[in-house]
């Protein structure tokens, strides 16, 4: 497999997810799962024998939603609930929505409420990280969605499935790093928006699969490029509106590392192996860049967060904040106030694929490479 | 050296041309639905006034919502770059620049040189833009040319509440139904738009001098309202403000192509 034909069933998994989970239901006879991302063990859906596969809400338009849900929610959430109740879910068995902000403790309820015939899960994810009562409460979490989901599969739990799932998924997480690596590298080759791809099927498609798919890429296939290309972060939470990355290339913008749930910060830290894989998959979580609107102790927040873009190299910090997403807002005068002294441009962007047009998006994108450009050597 | 730059707007396409960094000629043109046809008829215009022909110009700048039209662009200039490039041009102690455009209202920083060195864009709807002043002088039956002197007219205070043009234009309605003179309802317009792009302009701060840009800046009752609500002395407009940003991507076509 070689080319443009090597990122085929990646594309096809984005552009039709469920299809592939559909596929893999007749073909196993399998469980699958759904899961709103933000810090969803994957590992423990695949121990219990069920495929996890991504519901990304954002980037949905539709005019369902909005009966059940109120109009100021974040369009990751809106559009969750407008998939559903459009029937493009419909071949998930359950549904695992995280605690991660107000918008998805009443999402839980509403979706609930909505799609009462799933098994649908509440993962109550610990809001401080650095509480010492963390771990032990996430392990227990944990320990309890493990339970129910091998309730739902009928699998009998077994920590050396865990293992082994860990194990895969890290085995994943490396293929991905490594993409993400040739980006910066070869950025011609490695758009953003094909390594994007790679990132968003990752989530979606059987793991073994996409490994597998991985490991059939042009990894040396190299092209000169022509552009000047100006290194920047990304903190946010998923990549909306659609077509943003893409704007990036075009622009001359390169993500050399970003905080995104679909982007490089799910794939960052790997789980490891040293004890019970429960313990391993609570010390990852508790490892990970803390999520817009986890609790922290607020100068460590801020200086974690410099050091990680100056550590970076980029230029430049672009905020991809979510329509109506407090959490995401709450931070962003404090971490933009610590790059304005350390002398790092920052550019806020309200992201929604509803209500925000990528032509706007542009002007003011372009602009803020105009302006780092400036003060490049 | 003769440089071309074209500012192809949502409104209307703009050209200017420079020979050895004077203007020697300008054109106008309505975008309408075909961007290209807009492009080639401003640039032809403009040319025609300088006395010069299509392979005259060394380099060409384009700019604009439509800068994609622009086909013959050897530059292609952000519009952010192009208003502050020539706010400097015009008064090289510019630091502050205001472009309100149709649809969209921006404010940028600027350097010595013209670089941007912070901005800031509306992004809610139009009511900071120049649209709004045309919404409401439909409602009021004023031509637009009159909004403004009307305004400078009055010296009442009424607050227009709407951050939104559409609800905006039914509370002005209000105003007429209360028998509210035009003069005062001009006035309150032009406060409630000067509000909003201030409020946005505060977002990035006010270094003076002040330099207004685009269409609008042909409007006095807009200019005074932003001068008192920005509490400066002045706010500073170029000859014929509308050419700005195409005289913008001219420079910056000039600048880098020389480099």
Known sequence: MNGEHAWKPFRETVDAPMERARAWKEQTGGKVIGHLLPDVPEEIIHAAGALPTAVEGAGTQGTQAQAHIPGYTCSHAMGAIEQGMRHDLDILDGMIIPYVCDTTRNLFHIWNHCFPNKSNEFLRLPKRLDYPGAAEYLKAEFSRLADSLCNITGRPRDDEDLAASIALYDRSRAALRNAYRKQREQPAVWTSERVQTLFKSAAKAPREDHLRWMEALPWDEQSQDAMQRVPIYVRGKVWDPPGILDLFDKIGLLVVEDEMTTGYRGVATDAGSDGDPIDVLVRRHLSLTPYTGYHQQPDKLVSGFLERVQGSGAQGVIFLNPKFCEAAGFDTPDFQKALENAGIPSLVLESSSRGVSLEQIRVRVEAFREMIAEDLP | ?259
Do not use: W
Not at chain 2, 81 to 89: F, H, I, T
């Open chain 2, 1 to 259: 050296m003769i440089v071309a730059g074209v500012d192809c707007g949502a409104k209307s396409t703009k050209t200017v041309i420079l020979k050895d960094l004077e203007i020697i000629g300008r054109g106008k043109v309505p975008t309408g639905f075909d961007q290209s046809r807009a492009v080639k008829e401003s640039l032809d215009m403009a040319l025609k006034e300088a006395g010069l022909t299509r392979n005259e110009p060394a380099a060409v700048g384009g700019t604009g919502s439509g800068s994609e039209a622009v086909s013959d662009a050897d530059v292609r200039v952000n519009d952010v770059k192009a208003m502050c490039m020539a706010a400097v041009y015009y008064f090289p102690n510019a630091r502050t620049v205001i472009d309100v455009g149709a649809e969209e209202s921006r404010a940028a920083r600027c350097d010595e040189k013209g670089n941007v060195v912070d901005f800031a864009i509306n992004e809610k709807c139009a009511a900071g833009a120049g649209a709004f002043i045309e919404a409401m002088s439909r409602a009021l039956e004023t031509p637009l040319e009159e909004m403004g002197p009307l305004a400078l007219s009055s010296d009442k205070q009424i607050t227009i509440n709407a951050q939104c043009t559409i609800f905006a234009e039914s509370e002005v309605v209000g105003l007429i139904h209360a028998k509210t003179s035009k003069k005062d309802i001009s006035k309150a317009i032009h406060d409630a738009m000067a509000g909003r792009i201030v409020s946005m302009i505060r977002r990035i701060g006010v270094n003076p001098d002040v330099v207004m840009i685009g269409g609008l800046a042909y409007n006095p009752g807009i200019v005074a309202a932003l001068t008192k609500e920005l509490g400066v002395d002045h706010v500073r407009v170029p000859e014929r403000p509308e050419y700005a940003a195409a005289l913008g991507a001219a420079l910056t076509a000039a600048e880098r192509t020389c480099t």
